[in-house]
Nanobody
Framework: QVQLVESGGGLVQAGGSLRLSCAAS????????MGWFRQAPGKDREFVAG????????YYANSVEGRFTISRALAKNTVYLQMNSLKPEDTAVYYC???????????????????????WGQGTQVTVSS
C-alpha cells in the first residue's frame, strides 16, 4: 500500500516557477514508477510527466516539454515536479500517481494512461495568473 501527499501548489504569475512535491509512504516506493497528472475544470485528467522507478527514464507531455522537470529522491520517498515558465493554461489541480510494476505492462508504453497507476494523491491546486 502506498499513500501519496502532494504539496507546493499555489498562485503564481505567468512566467514564474513552482516546485511540487509528492511524499510517499510505504516500503516499496523505490520500486514504483511515478507520474504527475493534472485536471482543469471541465476537462479530462491529462498526463504531465512520468519517471521510472530508477529515475533512469523520464517522459513529458508535449505541452510541458522543456519547461517542467520530474525527478525523484529515493532516500526521501519523494517525487518532484519543477515547473518553470508557467502559463495560464497550466492552471489545474495536479495529482501525483504511483504505478506498481507487474511485469505484464511496459511502462514506456503506458506512462500516459491514468489507468496505469494504482495509487493517487489528493491533488494540489496550481493557479497561473496572466
Amino acid at each position: 500500500q502506498v499513500q501519496l501527499v502532494e504539496s507546493g501548489g499555489g498562485l503564481v504569475q505567468a512566467g514564474g516557477s513552482l516546485r511540487l512535491s509528492c511524499a510517499a509512504s510505504g516500503r516499496a516506493f523505490s520500486s514504483y514508477h511515478m507520474g504527475w497528472f493534472r485536471q482543469a475544470p471541465g476537462k479530462d485528467r491529462e498526463f504531465v510527466a512520468g519517471i521510472t522507478w530508477s529515475g533512469g527514464s523520464t517522459y513529458y507531455a508535449n505541452s510541458v516539454e522543456g519547461r517542467f522537470t520530474i525527478s525523484r529522491a529515493l532516500a526521501k520517498n519523494t517525487v518532484y515536479l519543477q515547473m518553470n515558465s508557467l502559463k495560464p493554461e497550466d492552471t489545474a489541480v495536479y495529482y501525483c500517481a504511483a504505478d506498481r510494476p507487474t511485469g505484464s505492462i511496459n511502462y514506456s508504453n503506458s506512462y500516459s494512461r491514468p489507468t496505469t497507476y494504482d495509487y493517487w494523491g489528493q491533488g494540489t491546486q496550481v493557479t497561473v495568473s496572466s
